[in-house]
Structures are given as structure tokens and as C-alpha cells.
């Protein structure tokens, strides 16, 4: 079944501690990114990926760090988390540029920090 | 700067009315125009996708139009089901930003009563 997973589900840490959040798809997608969602906000781009070793940044990178070193994974990492990055995290992946192609979505990582 | 408005932010209607949702955004220099679904506590589903140089797109009971010109884009949902409740989603690719970053909106909540 072709799918983005994203692992873990639930998270609950304190400030400070370092957590970083796996995502993988089976579908040999291309270009891969991370969005966080909040209320009154919506959804937002952290970071995205392109290919292999390529990664830019989105609309709210602060305080994250990303890493593409197989096309199928793109994990997203809070180097010291504070309260204010609690929030829905979704990976989302597509086999070409989204101006194009269709993205899929990982089923969310809730993060809260204490 | 894209912003995407989705109005209304909820809606209740009987089962087996149809209905229309309606998304605008700000910046008609788009690559397309994407409308999701989210179920809670789950992740995004991809329901249609218009590109820019498209009119409107049609999967089943669902028909998405898009203009451009005006910057407006409407999900229309014939014959709705209890089954069709969850908050949609529209969201534009544009040619501002981060490349490939989807501009979303807040969305509408959409409950279909038996």
C-alpha cells in the first residue's frame, strides 16, 4: 500500500531535550516536506526536500532541522524543543514539483512540549 | 504576500443536500489549486487538483472549479452523505515562497446530519 508513515504518533517532552520526528514513503516520491498545523493558523511549511542531499527552507524554519539522505526518508528534528513548536506536525511527500503533482500526507505527529 | 480564505468555517446541512464551499486567495499567479479533506485526528487526503490553466476538475459527487482570474475556487459536493463529513481544505501553489509550498487555508467544517 503505497503510504507516508510517521512515527511517533504522540509525543509529549520537556523543553530542551532533543526529539526528532521519522517520516518515510514508499513510493520513490521526489520531493518531500514538513508542515506544522495550528489553531487559527492553519497549515505551514518548515521545510522541504527536492531530492537526495537537497533541502530549503519553508515559511517557519526556526528552531528545526531537517536531513535527506535517502530519497524514501526525511526526518525532521528539534534540536531543543520549547513550547511554543507544540503543535500537529504532518510529512507530506509527491513524485514531482507540487506546482504539478498531487501530495500525500503522513497521518500527523502530535507534539507537545512541557 | 497568498492568503487563502475559506468561507463558511463551519457548516451543517441534511443528508442529501448539495452544497458549495468556497475558497479566494489574493495572488492569481498560480501553479494550481489543490482541495483536501481531514478527518480527525488523521491526516490530509488529496481530493482534487485543478491546474492553473484548467477550469474544473470532477471526481464522483464531488466537482471543483477554479478562476483564476478572480481569484476564486468553489467544492461543490452533490447528493451529500453522513460519510462526507470532516473540514476541507484548499490550498494554492504559487509562484512566490519556497518552491512547491502549499498556501492553505484555515478550512470549513462540514457536518452532514441523517
Known amino acids: 500500500e503505497a503510504q507516508v508513515t510517521q512515527n511517533p504518533r504522540y509525543l509529549i517532552t520537556v523543553t530542551g531535550k532533543k526529539l526528532t520526528v521519522t517520516c518515510s514513503q514508499n513510493m520513490n516520491h521526489e520531493y518531500m516536506s514538513w508542515y506544522r498545523q495550528d489553531p487559527g493558523l492553519g497549515l505551514r511549511q518548515i521545510y522541504y526536500s527536492m531530492n537526495v542531499e537537497v533541502t530549503d527552507k519553508g515559511d517557519v524554519p526556526e528552531g528545526y532541522k531537517v536531513s535527506r539522505k535517502e530519497k524514501r526518508n526525511f526526518p525532521l528534528i528539534l534540536e531543543s524543543p520549547s513550547p511554543n513548536q507544540t503543535s500537529l506536525y504532518f510529512c507530506?511527500?509527491?513524485?514531482?514539483?507540487?506546482?504539478?503533482?498531487?501530495?500525500?500526507f503522513g497521518p500527523g505527529t502530535r507534539l507537545t512540549v512541557l | 504576500k497568498q492568503e487563502v480564505t475559506q468561507i463558511p468555517a463551519a457548516l451543517s446541512v441534511p443528508e442529501g443536500e448539495n452544497l458549495v464551499l468556497n475558497c479566494s486567495f489574493t495572488?492569481?499567479?498560480?501553479?494550481?489549486l489543490q482541495w483536501f479533506r481531514q478527518d480527525p485526528g488523521k491526516g490530509l487526503t488529496s481530493l482534487l487538483l485543478?491546474?492553473?490553466?484548467?477550469r474544473e476538475q470532477t471526481s464522483g459527487r464531488l466537482n471543483a472549479s477554479l478562476d483564476k482570474s478572480s481569484g476564486r475556487s468553489t467544492l461543490y459536493i452533490a447528493a451529500s452523505q453522513p460519510g462526507d463529513s470532516a473540514t476541507y481544505l484548499c490550498?494554492?501553489?504559487?509562484?512566490?515562497?519556497?518552491?512547491?509550498?502549499?498556501?492553505f487555508g484555515k478550512g470549513t467544517k462540514l457536518s452532514v446530519k441523517p
Open positions: 490550498a494554492v501553489s504559487g509562484y512566490g515562497g519556497s518552491q512547491g509550498n502549499l498556501i
Open positions: 507530506a511527500s509527491s513524485s514531482n514539483h507540487p506546482s504539478t503533482d498531487t501530495q500525500y
Open positions: 495572488d492569481s499567479a498560480i501553479y494550481n
Open positions: 485543478i491546474q492553473s490553466s484548467q
